[in-house]
């Protein structure tokens, strides 16, 4: 595994541990895994709109920054589904000791 996706499976696991510590809420290792795959994908969508109707609510510097964005969240979308099952053995251990 690269160090990104090390990097990555430990961010994932520090904030999933931080959220089920103090949020109250119990969700499946399902949920738990998705969440951070679907806000990226949803944010990718969002800059891309944005791009694609002249910037209009996210702030840029130059043309194409939110297209830029865009295909960092999309690219943290693959790298996320590439990490599927070592992120649902981290889930599973957490949600186990909930």
Do not use: C, I, W
């Not at 430990?10 to 738990?32: D, R, Y």
């Not at 939110?66 to 070592?86: C, G, H, Y």
């Amino acid at each position: 595994m690269s160090e990104t996706a090390l990097e990555e499976v430990a961010v994932f696991a520090a904030l999933a541990e931080g959220f089920l510590a103090t949020s109250g809420v119990q969700p499946t290792v399902e949920e738990l895994v998705m969440a951070p795959r679907y806000v990226a994908f949803m944010l990718g969508v969002r800059f891309l709109n944005d791009h694609l109707a002249g910037d209009q609510y996210f702030k840029v510097r130059n043309r194409g920054d939110n297209l830029a964005r865009a295909r960092q969240q999309f690219t943290l979308v693959e790298l996320l589904e590439s990490l599927d099952e070592k992120l649902q053995r981290v889930a599973t251990q957490l949600v186990a000791q909930g």
